[in-house]
C-alpha cells in the first residue's frame, strides 16, 4: 500500500526531525510504500492529501495536532483514501477521542494495523471540521491562545485563568428540529468527537457513527461554580452539571448579536452573525483504534459520579443559600423603610 506521512514543522513540542526517525524504525515497511513530507504554509497539508488522493495512495497520515488533521482530512473527504493520525500536537483531542495513543511507536503500530471506519464528519457554514466547533469563551480563549508564541496545556490554562472571570456570556438564538431556543450562554460547542483535547470532554457522550451533533450550551456562572465545571470537564461528567444544557441534533442554525471569534479543530477563525452546523453522515475514511469508538472509555466511573452529584448538590444549596439571603435583605429593606417612615 501506498502511504505518505505530512508533518506540520511548527505543531506541537515534538521535534519533527524525531519523529521522521521513528517512523523509518517503526513502520512495516513490507506492507507499506511511503514518503513523508512537510507542510509549508496554511492549506499546504490540504493541497497535499488531495493530490496524494488523486495519485491514489490507499492512507496520508496527518502528523501534528488537530489543525494539521483538520487541513489534511480536508483534502480527503468522500475519498477512497483513509485518513491516519500521528498525533504530534498539543492537546490531540481528536486522536484521543478515538483511543490512539501519543506515544510515537504506539500509534505507528496502529497505523501498521490498518483498521479502517467510515465515519462522520461536519460543517461550519462552509468550514468542515472532525472534532468540535465553538463560540463563545472557548473561541476567545483559542483566539489568545493562538495570539500567542508559546503552545501546550499550560498556556492554554494561563489563558484561561487570566481572562476567564472577565468574559461576560453572549445572547444565542439556537434552531434546531425541536424548534428555537433563547439563551445567555458562557459559550456553545458543537461536537463530533467528545474532547477538546487534553482530556477535557466537552461532550463525553459524542460518538463519530452516530450521524448526530452533541450541542453544549453553558450557562453563565460565579467563580464559586468555576471549580465544580472545571472537575466536570476533565472528568467525563460535564452533560450532567446544572450548569450545562446539552442536546443531539443534525443541524443547528446559531444567531448570534454580532460577528466574532469561532474555533473549529481548536484552530480560531473569524465568523458572522449567523452560523449553520451540520453533520456530514460517512464522509471520512479514518485509520482507527481496534477499541475506538467505544462508549465505556468515555463514560463516567462510579466515584466520578458521586463527585458530580455532590457537586450538584453543593451548587444547590449555594444556589438555595443565595437565594434566601436576597429575599431576606430584601425584607429588611421594606422592614427598615417602614420604621423610618
Not at 83 to 108: D, E, Q, T
Not at 321 to 327: E, S, W
Request: net charge negative.
Amino acid at each position: 500500500m501506498k502511504a505518505l506521512f505530512v508533518m506540520n514543522p511548527i505543531s506541537g513540542s515534538i521535534k519533527k526531525s524525531g519523529v521522521a526517525r521513528l517512523i523509518d524504525q517503526y513502520i512495516d515497511q513490507e506492507k507499506f510504500d511511503y514518503k513523508i513530507m512537510y507542510t509549508e504554509r496554511p492549506g499546504h497539508a490540504t493541497e497535499i492529501a488531495r493530490q496524494a488522493s488523486d495519485d491514489g495512495y490507499d492512507v496520508v497520515v496527518a502528523v501534528g495536532g488537530d489543525g494539521t488533521l483538520n487541513e489534511v482530512g480536508c483534502g480527503l473527504l468522500h475519498s477512497d483514501t483513509a485518513l491516519a493520525l500521528l498525533p504530534c500536537g498539543s492537546g490531540n483531542g481528536l486522536a484521543r477521542h478515538l483511543s490512539i495513543p501519543v506515544n510515537i511507536k504506539k500509534s505507528i503500530d496502529i497505523i501498521n494495523a490498518f483498521n479502517v471506519h467510515l465515519l462522520d464528519y461536519c460543517m461550519i457554514n462552509e468550514h468542515p471540521f472532525f472534532c468540535t466547533c465553538g463560540m463563545g469563551f472557548d473561541a476567545f480563549i483559542s483566539q489568545k491562545f493562538a495570539e500567542g508564541d508559546q503552545r501546550g496545556p499550560l498556556k492554554y490554562v494561563e489563558n484561561v485563568l487570566k481572562e476567564g472571570l472577565r468574559y461576560q456570556p453572549e445572547t444565542y438564538t439556537i434552531e434546531d428540529e425541536t424548534g428555537v431556543h433563547r439563551y445567555s450562554a458562557y459559550l456553545v460547542s458543537c461536537a463530533n468527537a467528545s474532547q477538546y483535547g487534553n482530556n477535557a470532554y466537552i461532550a463525553p457522550q459524542a460518538s463519530m457513527s452516530d450521524g448526530l451533533l452533541d450541542v453544549i450550551v453553558m450557562e453563565p456562572f460565579g467563580i464559586l461554580d468555576a471549580a465544580h465545571v472545571a472537575f466536570d470537564l476533565m472528568n467525563k461528567t460535564l452533560n450532567k452539571s446544572n450548569k450545562v444544557k446539552t442536546f443531539k441534533t443534525k443541524k443547528v442554525l446559531i444567531h448570534r448579536r454580532s460577528e466574532g471569534p469561532v474555533h473549529f479543530d481548536g484552530d480560531p477563525m473569524m465568523l458572522g452573525k449567523e452560523l449553520e452546523i451540520r453533520v456530514v453522515e460517512k464522509g471520512i475514511k479514518m485509520v482507527c483504534n481496534a477499541e475506538a469508538e467505544n462508549p465505556s472509555q468515555n463514560t463516567p466511573n462510579a466515584v466520578q459520579n458521586a463527585m458530580c452529584e455532590l457537586f450538584n448538590d453543593i451548587a444547590d444549596v449555594n444556589s438555595s443559600l443565595t437565594h434566601q439571603g436576597r429575599n431576606l435583605m430584601a425584607m429588611n429593606k421594606r422592614l427598615w423603610r417602614k420604621l423610618t417612615r
